[in-house]
């Protein structure tokens, strides 16, 4: 008997088709069938113990898998299952091996056809062993012992994904990989399929037949043992957003091909069956939301070993190739770029050739911009010659308008009819072709790619120093505002260095390059238009929100014009970086040194401030985050404000940032540190700078635990030399002991004017307890917050007893608290009396009813300072803003912002609040 492709998984599915008195049959011959078949019996204590995954486990580790299946079909016939013995039979020996046979022929050309660049003599077509261990892993179960059935895997162009797929197929259709899992592997390319108009899945699966007589009936008879892979998602630029009305579950119902893999991968059609999803990070994020709890994966590329041992293959020279990788090392952008692996050839082919000139690497190393530019002349520079032919200036001309147009047409496979638009023949495609900077497209016919998308944005950025956009012959090419608005504002997700490339041409080295080339060039003109552009965002009154930061400052390090830098950055007092890598954290430090008008700055980091390798040492990347926090909080004596709500801090990044806090050059007055998992050690460290700083005079700890360390801060806050005035303890899960520090706190503190306590477990007991602090004439304090802090109607008689006695609160907020109508009634006691100098209070999701408005409205017809009062989210119905209405009407009545939530009042209500803010248009009532 032919031997099968599968192993103990397949048997175990044959297993599980046995009923269960069927199964003991099974067992009771097992004992003698092995004999008759003249092989060795089974330990029959272990076969009368095992389930039918260990008996399928127990076959294939005793036998060889064709005797294994041989001793099962037999013993099926006796019992009566024919049907199993006809089907396996056919799966061992019929058109899944056929498919198979087809699968590895079509992907070992495809793997050839691919091989373009050394990468691949690197790369080997076999799997290494780490490869081999991260394709197993892919549907491994996870924990609970449920199989993984939907991974998605994340990767930058260029990264491997499409490679890695082909690998995967390669390696199932070669009995390597899976053969216990999946019948059926299906690959399907988004890049394909955007063509297709109408489909089917039927249709789609036949393809991969060479006779178009896929045996279909066969295939979906069992879809548990189905494998779909889709590549290349986002070419469909599609987020699986229908209505599942629209979805289909005949899965030979022909619908458009965005509805056909909606339903398979929203598992419409084969619930049961495994899917693969291979995807850019720029893929919707409603993907992952549409999908049945998906696993993501990433592919990284290239690890750093593995980039030092492509230095060694490319360069031979052990010495040569240390040094380049030295300096590349040292330019964190470009050795991030490095990962993907055609541009690691492309970077280690560009100084290979510097370095053979005898040319000084360090400079080419310094800058991204530099490295691409001295690549594409090398290409374009016949060998041999000191400068380029005509020939060479003609193409990369062509190939730059070409490049430009697919970047603003977001196009980036090219047919021969858009490169004869830009000027660039069928002659010319075996040229640049043989140069490596174009690629056939294996998806189309006569259809070409850049090698990798940065090739792309290179030249597309080179287009705008050689020609005006109006000489474009496509007229979607936009102007240089237009790009770098565009750019800037990170409007478009594939451009990823254009902006960039376009500044990094700017600088004098590159221009040399570009009149030693072309002999012409208009960089001076668009240093103009880029200075022209930046000034008009200035004139903004908030020029940070115009342009993202962390985007310009990327431009401004490639160009490194340390004047037009300190020009630029002198627009921006207020910055929001978002720090995902330490390429982030060099070129937004180099810009903040320049920005000498920075007053606040928001900060978050994707990773923690400090993070330990495996040996407990402090990790390179972390020294840097750290170091990068202290420069900019020593370099920026005008900064008052710093956010870093949402960043992990550890301790060392909490001591790093005390020191900086007391540096003399350092004036910050306001620290934001929510949700920063800050501990009692932490807490400790603030207090003492709480002690010994007058400048610090805002600090927001909230969403942290800080039972152990409140303590802390309270002490300090007792002092009379502390300066602080806001402080934000909100969701910090403070305890019964907290709320006697705070006590102390309010009694003492003269500065402390803004105290917020929201979603706390306060409740009228420890309530009562800080407004005998309140009312006491030493008590300072402005502004208080407990929002939903489990305060009731008895809650509400202690605050009314503060208001009258206390003349410097002005800010009560008490959403989300349930006080009802009683404690309403009980705090406008105190609201009401001439005394009280409230001027904002909050009511909001209190439960509140009309009821309570005739109080309500009392206050609103006494009180001479009550200027804001928010009712939002509260049942009240027409009767009740009648009333309040009467007493908004009245001349005593000096309430400017009544807060309401208008989409929650019923028709009539509505309708009666438009009528009279149409009769007042200077009406006070506003919707939340």
């Given at each position: 008997m032919a031997s099968s492709f599968f192993p103990d998984f397949g048997l175990m599915w044959y297993l599980e088709e046995l009923k269960r008195d069927e199964f003991k049959k099974f067992k009771d011959l097992l004992r003698k069938e092995p004999l008759e078949l003249g092989l060795k019996p089974l330990p029959w204590g272990e076969v009368k113990r095992a389930t039918r995954e260990n008996l399928a486990k127990l076959l294939t580790v005793n036998f060889e898998e064709e005797q294994a299946w041989n001793v099962t079909l037999s013993i099926f016939h006796k019992i009566g299952r024919k049907d199993l013995c006809e089907k396996a039979k056919k799966e061992i020996t019929g058109h899944a091996k056929t498919y198979q046979a087809h699968i590895k022929e079509?992907?070992?050309?495809?793997?050839?056809?691919?091989?373009?660049?050394?990468?691949?003599?690197y790369l080997d077509q076999e799997n290494a062993r780490k490869e081999q261990e991260s394709l197993q892993r892919l549907f491994a179960p996870?924990?609970?012992?449920?199989?993984?059935?939907?991974?998605?895997?994340?990767?930058?162009?260029?990264?491997?994904?499409?490679?890695?797929l082909v690998k995967l197929m390669l390696a199932w259709a070669e009995g390597n990989l899976f053969r216990e899992r999946f019948s059926y592997v299906f690959y399907f390319c988004c890049q394909e399929l955007k063509q297709l108009t109408k489909t089917s899945l039927a249709a789609l699966i036949s393809r991969d037949w060479s006779d178009s007589l896929a045996p279909l009936q066969e295939i979906t008879s069992q879809p548990e043992r189905l494998l779909f892979i889709i590549d290349s998602f986002e070419e469909l630029k599609h987020d699986l957003n229908e209505p599942e009305s629209d979805l289909c579950s005949d899965w030979t119902e022909k619908r458009p091909v965005q509805v056909v893999l909606s339903s398979l991968l929203r598992k419409k059609i084969f619930p049961e069956s495994s899917l693969l999803i291979a995807a850019k990070p720029v893929y919707p994020r409603k993907l992952e939301l549409s999908l049945d709890g998906p696993e993501i994966r990433e592919l990284l590329g290239f690890s750093e070993t593995d980039r030092k041992l492509y230095f060694y293959t490319i360069f031979r020279d052990r010495n040569r190739a240390m040094e380049a990788f030295r300096l590349v090392r040292e330019n964190k952008q470009l050795f991030c770029?490095?990962?993907?692996?055609?541009?690691c050839w492309a970077v280690c082919t560009c100084l290979k050739q510097e370095?053979?000139?005898?040319?000084?690497?360090?400079?080419?190393?310094?800058?991204?911009?530099?490295?691409?530019?001295?690549?594409i002349f090398g290409l374009f520079t016949p060998k041999g010659a000191g400068c380029p032919d005509q020939q060479s200036q003609r193409l990369l001309k062509g190939l730059c308008f070409l490049a430009a147009e697919g970047m603003w047409t977001d196009t980036f496979v090219f047919s021969e009819e858009d490169l004869e638009r830009n000027g660039l023949c069928d002659s010319d495609i075996p040229a640049l072709l043989g140069l490596k900077v174009l690629q056939k497209c294996r998806a189309f016919e006569k259809s070409y790619a850049f090698i990798h998308m940065c090739i792309q944005e290179f030249c597309a950025a080179m287009f705008y120093l050689?020609?005006?956009?109006?000489?474009?012959?496509?007229?979607?090419?936009?102007?240089?505002?237009?790009?770098?608005?565009?750019?800037?504002?990170r409007v478009n997700v594939y451009w990823i260095y254009l902006g960039c490339f376009l500044f990094g041409l700017l600088r004098e080295e590159e221009q040399k390059k570009l009149d030693a080339f072309f002999g012409i060039h208009l960089a001076q003109e668009i240093q103009q238009k880029c200075h022209q552009f930046l000034q008009r965002i200035a004139e903004n009154e908030h020029p940070w929100k115009q342009v993202d930061f962390l985007a310009l400052c990327y431009c401004l390090y490639e160009m490194r014009n340390e004047d037009f830098v300190q020009w630029a950055m002198d627009f921006f007092q207020a910055v929001k970086l978002s720090i995902i890598d330490d390429a982030d954290l060099v070129v937004s430090a180099y810009c903040l040194k320049h920005c000498s008008g920075l007053r606040t700055l928001w900060v978050s980091a994707l990773h923690d401030f400090e993070e330990e390798d495996e040996e407990g040492s402090t990790c390179s990347g972390c020294v840097l985050r750290l170091c990068w926090l202290k420069f900019v909080l020593t370099h920026s004596p005008h900064l008052k404000c710093l956010n870093l709500s949402g960043t992990k801090l550890s301790r060392n990044a909490v001591k790093l940032l005390c020191e900086a806090l007391n540096n003399p050059t350092c004036n910050i007055e306001e620290l934001l540190l929510a949700r920063c998992w800050l501990s009692v050690e932490d807490c400790?460290?603030?207090?003492?700078?709480?002690?010994?700083?007058?400048?610090?005079?805002n600090l927001n700890v909230s969403r942290n635990?800080?039972?152990?360390?409140?303590?802390?801060l309270c002490k300090v806050l007792c002092k009379p030399d502390c300066a602080l005035r806001v402080l934000d303890l909100g969701h910090c899960y403070l305890d019964q002991?907290?709320?006697t520090n705070l006590y102390e706190v309010l009694l003492c503190n003269k500065s402390l004017i803004h105290l917020d306590l929201t979603s706390n477990i306060l409740k009228d007991k420890k309530l009562k307890l800080l407004c005998e602090a309140l009312k006491e004439p030493g008590c300072h304090l402005r502004s208080l917050w407990i929002l939903k802090c489990l305060i009731t109607a008895a809650g509400c008689r202690e605050l009314a007893s503060v208001l009258p006695v206390n003349p410097n609160l002005r800010n009560l907020q008490l959403g989300y608290n349930d006080i009802e109508d009683t404690g309403v009634k009980l705090l406008c006691e105190g609201l009401t009396h001439p005394s009280c100098r409230l001027e904002i209070l909050g009511l909001g999701e209190c439960k509140l009813t009309s009821a309570c408005c005739q109080d309500i409205s009392s206050v609103l017809t006494s009180s001479k300072t009550l200027r804001i009062l928010n009712l939002g989210g509260n049942a009240l119905d027409l009767s009740g803003m009648v009333v309040l209405c009467e007493a908004l009407r009245h001349p005593e009545c000096t309430l400017q912002v009544l807060s309401l939530k208008k989409e929650e009042l019923d028709e009539e209500t509505q309708r009666f609040l438009m009528d009279e803010e149409k009769k007042n248009p200077k009406w006070p009532i506003i919707g939340e």
């Amino acid at each position: 008997m032919a031997s099968s492709f599968f192993p103990d998984f397949g048997l175990m599915w044959y297993l599980e088709e046995l009923k269960r008195d069927e199964f003991k049959k099974f067992k009771d011959l097992l004992r003698k069938e092995p004999l008759e078949l003249g092989l060795k019996p089974l330990p029959w204590g272990e076969v009368k113990r095992a389930t039918r995954e260990n008996l399928a486990k127990l076959l294939t580790v005793n036998f060889e898998e064709e005797q294994a299946w041989n001793v099962t079909l037999s013993i099926f016939h006796k019992i009566g299952r024919k049907d199993l013995c006809e089907k396996a039979k056919k799966e061992i020996t019929g058109h899944a091996k056929t498919y198979q046979a087809h699968i590895k022929e079509k992907f070992s050309n495809l793997w050839f056809q691919e091989a373009r660049t050394r990468i691949h003599e690197y790369l080997d077509q076999e799997n290494a062993r780490k490869e081999q261990e991260s394709l197993q892993r892919l549907f491994a179960p996870k924990r609970t012992g449920k199989w993984t059935r939907t991974v998605i895997l994340l990767g930058p162009q260029g990264v491997g994904k499409t490679t890695y797929l082909v690998k995967l197929m390669l390696a199932w259709a070669e009995g390597n990989l899976f053969r216990e899992r999946f019948s059926y592997v299906f690959y399907f390319c988004c890049q394909e399929l955007k063509q297709l108009t109408k489909t089917s899945l039927a249709a789609l699966i036949s393809r991969d037949w060479s006779d178009s007589l896929a045996p279909l009936q066969e295939i979906t008879s069992q879809p548990e043992r189905l494998l779909f892979i889709i590549d290349s998602f986002e070419e469909l630029k599609h987020d699986l957003n229908e209505p599942e009305s629209d979805l289909c579950s005949d899965w030979t119902e022909k619908r458009p091909v965005q509805v056909v893999l909606s339903s398979l991968l929203r598992k419409k059609i084969f619930p049961e069956s495994s899917l693969l999803i291979a995807a850019k990070p720029v893929y919707p994020r409603k993907l992952e939301l549409s999908l049945d709890g998906p696993e993501i994966r990433e592919l990284l590329g290239f690890s750093e070993t593995d980039r030092k041992l492509y230095f060694y293959t490319i360069f031979r020279d052990r010495n040569r190739a240390m040094e380049a990788f030295r300096l590349v090392r040292e330019n964190k952008q470009l050795f991030c770029m490095c990962q993907i692996p055609v541009l690691c050839w492309a970077v280690c082919t560009c100084l290979k050739q510097e370095m053979d000139k005898g040319r000084d690497l360090a400079p080419t190393c310094q800058h991204t911009t530099s490295i691409f530019t001295s690549f594409i002349f090398g290409l374009f520079t016949p060998k041999g010659a000191g400068c380029p032919d005509q020939q060479s200036q003609r193409l990369l001309k062509g190939l730059c308008f070409l490049a430009a147009e697919g970047m603003w047409t977001d196009t980036f496979v090219f047919s021969e009819e858009d490169l004869e638009r830009n000027g660039l023949c069928d002659s010319d495609i075996p040229a640049l072709l043989g140069l490596k900077v174009l690629q056939k497209c294996r998806a189309f016919e006569k259809s070409y790619a850049f090698i990798h998308m940065c090739i792309q944005e290179f030249c597309a950025a080179m287009f705008y120093l050689l020609s005006r956009h109006a000489q474009h012959p496509n007229p979607a090419v936009g102007s240089l505002e237009a790009l770098l608005l565009t750019f800037l504002k990170r409007v478009n997700v594939y451009w990823i260095y254009l902006g960039c490339f376009l500044f990094g041409l700017l600088r004098e080295e590159e221009q040399k390059k570009l009149d030693a080339f072309f002999g012409i060039h208009l960089a001076q003109e668009i240093q103009q238009k880029c200075h022209q552009f930046l000034q008009r965002i200035a004139e903004n009154e908030h020029p940070w929100k115009q342009v993202d930061f962390l985007a310009l400052c990327y431009c401004l390090y490639e160009m490194r014009n340390e004047d037009f830098v300190q020009w630029a950055m002198d627009f921006f007092q207020a910055v929001k970086l978002s720090i995902i890598d330490d390429a982030d954290l060099v070129v937004s430090a180099y810009c903040l040194k320049h920005c000498s008008g920075l007053r606040t700055l928001w900060v978050s980091a994707l990773h923690d401030f400090e993070e330990e390798d495996e040996e407990g040492s402090t990790c390179s990347g972390c020294v840097l985050r750290l170091c990068w926090l202290k420069f900019v909080l020593t370099h920026s004596p005008h900064l008052k404000c710093l956010n870093l709500s949402g960043t992990k801090l550890s301790r060392n990044a909490v001591k790093l940032l005390c020191e900086a806090l007391n540096n003399p050059t350092c004036n910050i007055e306001e620290l934001l540190l929510a949700r920063c998992w800050l501990s009692v050690e932490d807490c400790s460290a603030f207090s003492q700078i709480l002690r010994s700083s007058r400048k610090l005079l805002n600090l927001n700890v909230s969403r942290n635990y800080l039972v152990p360390g409140a303590p802390l801060l309270c002490k300090v806050l007792c002092k009379p030399d502390c300066a602080l005035r806001v402080l934000d303890l909100g969701h910090c899960y403070l305890d019964q002991h907290c709320w006697t520090n705070l006590y102390e706190v309010l009694l003492c503190n003269k500065s402390l004017i803004h105290l917020d306590l929201t979603s706390n477990i306060l409740k009228d007991k420890k309530l009562k307890l800080l407004c005998e602090a309140l009312k006491e004439p030493g008590c300072h304090l402005r502004s208080l917050w407990i929002l939903k802090c489990l305060i009731t109607a008895a809650g509400c008689r202690e605050l009314a007893s503060v208001l009258p006695v206390n003349p410097n609160l002005r800010n009560l907020q008490l959403g989300y608290n349930d006080i009802e109508d009683t404690g309403v009634k009980l705090l406008c006691e105190g609201l009401t009396h001439p005394s009280c100098r409230l001027e904002i209070l909050g009511l909001g999701e209190c439960k509140l009813t009309s009821a309570c408005c005739q109080d309500i409205s009392s206050v609103l017809t006494s009180s001479k300072t009550l200027r804001i009062l928010n009712l939002g989210g509260n049942a009240l119905d027409l009767s009740g803003m009648v009333v309040l209405c009467e007493a908004l009407r009245h001349p005593e009545c000096t309430l400017q912002v009544l807060s309401l939530k208008k989409e929650e009042l019923d028709e009539e209500t509505q309708r009666f609040l438009m009528d009279e803010e149409k009769k007042n248009p200077k009406w006070p009532i506003i919707g939340e």
